[in-house]
């Protein structure tokens, strides 16, 4: 129970990896506000799994592109568990579709950066302030923002690639305060992610190529952002933690 009395917010937090990062969070013993957008059912089903195992947890919806939810949001889990907030996952994002650059216009381009690079801006900026010391913000980058991604994927790639930049700033910035900032950069993780975007032959082609021979598991990424969000990880920030079976080396 090494994050007993922490306060978590995990963006996304109703399915896939933030599901799984919710639960582990909630399993080492913090309180967990499960943040979701559309998907209220999954959610509920999250913080039902975390009351059922003894843990204590809430969901907010709040759409974290906007300010003023994201300000709700804060709100929310102050009142229900107390003005401090400890842990910080950013794990909400998303690529939306695969588009070449000749089919994109701004409005596209401007929601995947507002899904990706946007809503962690504004959740550090609405968080921070109730920061105490020691506490930890875990962003979500991507293999993609390391090597480009794959055909289709520039704009959530650039996003990518701008939240480890912001990563290393924010790191830079709140290290005098003792707020420390990682990110984790996953690679082929076996999510409904993938189950939209990826054809099952590519998937096959990248899961065969990897050192490991086999997709990764969200409840993997999940031990990683417990790791960074403990007081195990006291002297590690600004990094971009690579989490993909060895298929790109940093």
């Known amino acids: 129970m090494k ?9 996304g937090g109703g399915r896939d990896i933030g599901k799984a990062v919710s639960l ?15 998907s209220a059912t999954e959610a509920e089903a999250t913080v039902a799994a975390i009351q059922k195992a003894g843990g204590n947890a809430i969901a907010v919806k709040a759409d974290i592109t906007k300010g003023a939810e994201v300000a709700k ?17 950013n794990v ?38 109730f920061m105490p010391a020691g506490s930890s913000i875990v962003n ?41 900032v990682n990110a984790v950069d996953p690679g082929m993780i076996a999510t409904t992610f993938h189950d939209t975007f990826t054809k099952p032959e590519v998937r096959t082609a990248v899961a065969g190529s990897t050192p490991l021979r086999r997709e990764g598991k969200a409840e993997e990424v999940a031990d990683l952002v417990a790791y960074l969000a403990s007081d195990e990880s006291s002297f590690i920030t600004g990094t971009n933690i690579d989490i993909n079976g060895g298929t790109y080396f940093s």
């Open 3 to 11: 994050l007993t009395g922490k306060v978590a917010i995990v963006t």
């Open 24 to 38: 582990k969070l909630a399993q080492q013993g913090a309180k967990v506000v499960v943040n979701y957008n559309s």
């Open 73 to 89: 949001l804060v709100a929310e889990a102050q009142k229900a568990f107390g003005n401090e907030i400890h842990i910080l996952a």
């Open 92 to 129: 909400a994002g998303g690529m939306v579709a695969r588009k070449l650059l000749a089919d994109m216009d701004e409005e596209f381009w401007d929601h995947v950066m507002g899904l990706n690079v946007r809503s962690a801006f504004l959740l550090t900026k609405h968080v921070v302030p």
């Open 140 to 180: 979500f980058s991507s293999q993609a923002g390391r090597d480009g991604g794959g055909f289709g994927a520039s704009a959530y790639a650039t996003s990518k690639g701008a939240v480890a930049t912001f990563t290393r700033s924010m790191a830079k910035e709140l290290g005098p305060k003792n707020i420390r």
